[in-house]
């Protein structure tokens, strides 16, 4: 018997151009809605685009996004992108938001995932956007039963710092709209 070391084509640089899956546009990526896309950039975060996994990397600060027509709307995008920059929201340098995640899957990540999905909620209904619940949804939920059958203040807890959140990432246009009117 004999092991090899296999990796996935996204993993490796510098391959031609035809190893690289390129996925099948799900909706126009010349569509956009203006209003979220100001939103999401007067954050001022570092989102990055490719793959096909989105998360929050606390150790380079940036938000990683799969390519927008990926998405099965556009709603599902900016859905998704709000719940990451709710993510961002618990670093140091921002919230300092903490629940003593060790894990994946433990209750600090469980309790994170409650935040980042309430602030969500939040910030598209700010926005207006409807988005419908995702396939990933269920295995959140299942995290989430175990907190709030353990803690039943958890949700208060949980919508506070997700509230806490969606204010301070408004807090950005806010400064935008008030340096316009300054200079107008």
């Known amino acids: 018997m004999k092991a090899y070391t296999v990796f996935n084509g996204e993993q490796i640089e510098g391959l031609p151009e ?26 001022g975060a570092d989102v990055r685009h490719g793959g096909n996994q989105a998360f929050y990397s606390g150790g380079s600060d940036h938000v ?7 998405f099965r709307s556009l709603e599902a995008y900016y859905a998704t992108l709000a719940h990451e920059l ?24 469980a309790r994170e995932e409650l935040v980042a999905e309430l602030g969500a909620a939040f910030l ?11 396939s990933d949804h269920a295995a959140y939920v299942q995290s989430w039963l175990k907190v709030l059958k353990d803690d039943k203040r958890a949700i208060f807890s949980a919508a506070a710092h997700a509230q806490k959140a969606a204010d ?7 400064q935008i709209e008030r340096a316009e009117g300054v200079a107008a």
């Open 124 to 134: 598209c209904a700010d926005l207006g956007l409807t988005p419908e619940a995702g």
């Open 18 to 43: 035809h190893y690289y899956v390129k996925p099948e546009p799900v909706i126009d990526p010349a569509q956009r809605i203006t209003h979220a896309e100001d939103f999401f950039a007067a954050t």
């Open 64 to 70: 990683q996004m799969p390519v927008f027509e990926c």
């Open 86 to 109: 709710t993510h961002r929201t618990k670093h140091p340098k921002r919230l300092d938001r903490e629940f003593g995640r060790k894990k994946s899957g433990d209750e600090g990540y």
């Open 168 to 174: 301070f990432l408004h807090s950005f246009q806010a």
